[in-house]
């Protein structure tokens, strides 16, 4: 079965430092990829996605994302944090079998220090 | 385009009450979906429209779990006889259809935070 895994509960990071937040799928096929970010309170909105083509996908807020087929993995980074990110970041996939749903991790939740 | 509208957004409610949930999504969005997230996890998907015809549903909906979209605009999820392990986020989303093709947005709503007391 599709699955995906964050690895990292929390994370806590200084306002102008570096992110990255680890996101590994399980399926046999290369699966659509998202990341979605949740402030408290509010739905999902989604930063960035991966369907075909370039690995490195750009997102909105100056997020970017790198697939890597070789690692199962798309992570997300972000090159200098702002206090405004801290919230629950979501990664997501969707088989490319025609499958609508979208299966996601349980999250990581970012705090930023100032 | 006023995005996908979720009504009412919090709601307590005793333990074998019925409840009913209202999703209005994207206009001209073809494609409705309702999700489950419970504490510290991600979402978990329920049911998926097209149109008005319920296409999918996952396990996770049991009978005391309905879902309708009866004229392909809104949709309403009803919970009967609601027990505590009904208390989450209820989110709707929803998405054009993109050429036939699942490469379409998915576009979320605020969600319904229920408990169940």
């Known amino acids: 079965a599709q699955s995906v895994t964050q690895p990292d509960i929390h994370i806590t990071v200084s306002e102008g430092a570096s992110l990255e937040l680890r996101c590994n799928y399980s399926?046999?096929?290369?699966?659509?990829l998202f990341w979605y970010v949740q402030s408290p309170g509010q739905g999902l909105q989604l930063l960035l996605k991966?369907?075909?083509?370039?690995?490195l996908v750009q997102g909105i807020k100056g997020f970017e994302a790198e697939f890597k087929r070789s690692q199962s993995s798309f992570n997300l980074r972000k090159p200098s944090v702002h206090w405004s990110d801290a919230a629950e970041y979501f990664c997501a996939v969707r088989p490319s079998g025609g499958y609508n749903k979208l299966i996601f991790g349980a999250g990581t939740r970012l705090a930023v220090h100032p | 385009d006023t995005g996908v509208s979720q009504d009412p957004r919090h709601k307590i409610t005793k333990r074998g009450q019925n409840v009913t949930f209202r999703c209005d999504p994207i206009s001209e969005h073809n494609r409705l979906y309702w999700y489950r997230q419970t504490l510290g996890q991600g979402p978990e998907f329920l049911t998926y429209?097209?149109?008005?015809?319920?296409?999918?549903k996952s396990r996770l909906l049991s009978d005391r779990f309905s879902a309708e979209r009866p004229k392909g605009s809104f949709s309403t999820l009803e919970i009967q006889r609601t027990e505590q392990g009904d208390s989450a986020m209820y989110l709707c989303?929803?998405?054009?259809?993109?050429?036939?093709?699942?490469?379409?947005?998915?576009?979320f709503g605020p969600g319904t935070r229920l408990l169940v007391l």
């Open positions: 989303a929803s998405s054009p259809l993109s050429g036939g093709t699942p490469r379409e947005t998915q576009y």
């Open positions: 429209f097209q149109n008005e015809a319920q296409l999918e």
């Open positions: 991966y369907f075909s083509g370039d690995t």
């Open positions: 399926y046999g096929a290369t699966p659509y």
